[in-house]
């Protein structure tokens, strides 16, 4: 038994230094990066995917090599939008689970903004201090499609999922 601890510890320490070669060579490739992911939707699966993306992005580039924002806008905001919540909005589902909650904080701890639409919140009769999770004040843009277009014509490449 103590032979195979052994041999496992030894391929693990073994395996370090390719670890670290792996991760030189993704900051190489692709330098850093500025993105902007764009939800409007509400389908559940797409939103879990898309939240897959960035997570797979962050994971090839090193979050310390991007400056990522999601924004949402429209149907889009019901990725923070809890779901017993959604009764007294204009939005028909609230897509924030414990299980997209968790995915959205792990996003938010690698540094990812997430940037909400003010004209939705007013049209879609939502309160991001009581509808929305872990929405604040800073986190509301004027406009979600001006806020697109001002990131874009700052330098970063948009991407919808």
Not at 71 to 84: A, F, S
Request: proline share 2%; glycine share 6%; charged share 20%.
């Amino acid at each position: 038994m103590l032979n195979i601890k052994a041999k496992l510890l030894w391929a693990i320490f073994m395996c370090l230094p390719l670890l670290s070669a792996s991760q030189s060579i993704a900051s190489e490739r692709y330098g850093k990066q500025k993105v902007v992911y764009h939800i409007n939707y509400d389908n559940s699966k797409a939103q879990a995917g898309a939240m897959r993306n960035i997570q797979n992005h962050i994971n090839a580039v090193g979050a310390e090599n991007l400056d990522l924002k999601v924004v949402l806008h429209g149907k889009g905001l019901t990725l923070l939008l809890e779901p017993d919540a959604q009764e007294h909005t204009k939005l028909k589902i609230g897509n924030a689970t414990d299980i997209m909650q968790a995915k959205i904080s792990g996003l938010k701890d690698q540094g990812v903004d997430f940037n909400v639409c003010a004209n939705t919140l007013k049209g879609k009769k939502i309160s991001y201090e009581n509808d929305l999770y872990d929405v604040t004040k800073q986190d509301i843009v004027p406009s979600g499609v001006a806020e697109l277009a001002r990131l874009q014509s700052m330098g970063y490449t948009y991407i919808r999922p």
